[in-house]
């Protein structure tokens, strides 16, 4: 059984900042990509930022320069350090993991969501 467990969404005023974290835990075998994703109820989940293993990192145009992904490979964490945020960030937001586990099995992994609210 794997879980990932997402945690620092909230409130904050337009320029605000929040940092969120995701730990990954369970029958862990290798964590490769990790990642956030973002969905407004009735459209489509998007990425808005992902690391792979190797350290290689890549944004959504609409957060680059204002977000920041990093991982800590140690605790199976990765987290998102979001700045000067603004109301069109307000979503609910997932971490994901592709990883595999000791019985084997590779697949995408899902958090369940955090909401972050961007609002005066």
């Known amino acids: 059984q794997v879980q990932l467990v997402e945690s620092g969404g909230g409130l904050v005023q337009p320029g605000g900042s929040l940092r969120l974290s995701c730990a990954a835990s369970?029958?862990?075998?290798?964590?490769?990509?990790m990642g956030w994703y973002r969905q407004t109820p009735g459209k489509e989940r998007e990425l808005v930022a992902r690391?792979?293993?190797?350290?290689?990192?890549n944004y959504a145009d609409s957060v680059k320069g204002r977000f920041t992904i990093s991982r800590d490979n140690a605790k199976n964490t990765v987290y998102l350090q979001m700045n000067d945020l603004k109301p069109e960030d307000t979503d609910v937001y997932y971490c994901?993991?592709?990883?595999?586990?000791?019985?084997?099995?590779?697949?995408?992994?899902w958090g369940q969501g955090t909401q972050v609210t961007v609002s005066s």
């Open positions: 994901n993991a592709d990883l595999s586990t000791t019985g084997g099995y590779r697949r995408l992994y």
């Open positions: 690391k792979t293993s190797s350290g290689s990192t």
């Open positions: 369970g029958r862990l075998l290798s964590i490769y990509n």
